[in-house]
């Protein structure tokens, strides 16, 4: 009974880190990142009391509406990494411009994050979420702009932590798979419950996109959604709002989440940074594909992305390989 106190075998976040890797520096930047999932977490959940509803009253460089919540999770995210002296660039949908670290408490991460996913559901309580990207600092690097400024398969560590019934954790260590950790708050420690995720090889028909944006898609899009909403077996439609939710349920159920170029948003909507690049990390290492259709007159892998501004966004569709096939072959048809 894994809830029970003998139960011995179940490894924390922390040790699981020491165990598998001899680096102190990551050891030290993963409690930085899992402090501030904390930390967040307990903001979230207690939001309706703390009266952290609603509004900031400002907009955000990519013209967001910020919440109180976004900037409450973005300043726990910035002190907790600062602070934690093995970082020197941090990148955040919040902050117009990259922060650089001051000299003497530089480290070699630099971070790109999302400190709040999907904050247009916090005030109905719908689940969001953290989402990270850490980049190691280029060779003799001092920090700069530089660091982040790279295609998504220069990553290191990526991951997400989703506020949902359950706290839940996904991290990925390139190239290592996928971990799954569950916060237990009686302990306020993240358990390790699942190595190596993948996702499955019988997947649901699940297609999650904002369906109200279908008019404005290109014919490509229009017709693969047409083609499997069509018939007498329909594919479901499920769609959180936050990026975090849709794609751990893809994750974990299989199916398709797409989040296209549209009329208005000609280049998609999600941030290659601290969105596009490390969902699409995750989901390759889970067994999955990550494209971001037709962008830029080319059909790209979303981790093959050269970003030229640090709030860059790009048409995400990612999910089961053979979903996501039959959108490219649209554009080939
Ligand atoms: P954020 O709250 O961090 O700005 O991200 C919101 C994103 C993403 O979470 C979600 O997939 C998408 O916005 C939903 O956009 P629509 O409301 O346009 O469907
Ligand atoms: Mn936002
Ligand atoms: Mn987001
Ligand atoms: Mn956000």
């Known amino acids: 009974d894994p809830d029970s106190v003998t139960d011995v075998k179940s490894i924390t976040l922390t040790s699981f880190i020491m165990r598998h890797t001899r680096d102190n520096n990551l050891a030290i930047l993963m409690n930085a990142i899992q402090l501030s ?3 967040i977490t307990r903001a979230v959940r207690k939001a309706g009391i703390a009266n952290l509803y609603g509004l900031a ?13 976004d900037l409450l999770s973005n300043e726990i995210m910035i002190n907790a990494l600062t602070h934690s002296h093995v970082c020197s660039v941090l990148v955040s ?17 630099c971070v790109a994050f999302d400190p709040l ?12 979420g953290t989402i990270f990207a850490v980049y190691e600092k280029k060779e003799g690097s001092v920090g700069n702009i530089e660091d982040v400024m790279r295609a998504g398969i220069d990553l290191k560590v990526a991951g997400y932590c989703m506020y949902g019934t359950a706290t839940e954790l996904i991290i990925t260590f390139y190239g290592s798979g996928v971990h799954r950790f569950t916060l237990d708050p009686s302990l306020g420690e993240f358990i390790h419950v699942a190595s190596d995720v993948k996702m499955p090889t019988e997947p649901k028909k699940i297609y999650s996109c904002n369906q109200g944006n279908y008019g404005g898609w ?3 899009i229009q017709r693969y959604v047409d083609g499997i909403t069509a018939g007498d077996k329909p594919y479901a439609l499920r769609y959180v709002g936050s990026m975090v939710s849709d794609v751990h349920r893809t994750l974990l159920y299989g199916g398709i989440f797409l989040y296209p170029a549209d009329k208005k948003s000609r280049g998609g909507k999600l941030r290659v940074l601290y969105e596009g690049f490390p969902m699409a ?3 390759e290492q889970a067994g999955g594909m990550a494209s971001t259709g037709m962008f830029n007159g080319s059909i790209q892998r979303v981790l093959e992305i050269k970003p030229t501004s640090i709030h860059d966004k790009c048409p995400i569709i990612l999910g089961t390989p053979s979903m996501v096939e039959s959108v490219l072959k649209e554009y080939t048809a």
Do not use: F, H, R, W
Request: with cysteine.
């Open 281 to 283: 990390l995750i989901i």
């Open 93 to 109: 949908e919040e902050n117009e411009d990259p922060i650089i670290i001051k000299e003497n408490m530089q480290g070699k991460y």
């Open 117 to 128: 996913d999907g904050s247009s559901n916090i005030d109905c309580n719908v689940s969001t």
């Open 37 to 39: 999932c904390k930390s």
């Open 218 to 220: 290109d014919a490509p």
């Open 57 to 69: 009253g400002t907009e955000n460089s990519t013209g967001d509406a910020v919440k109180k919540l």
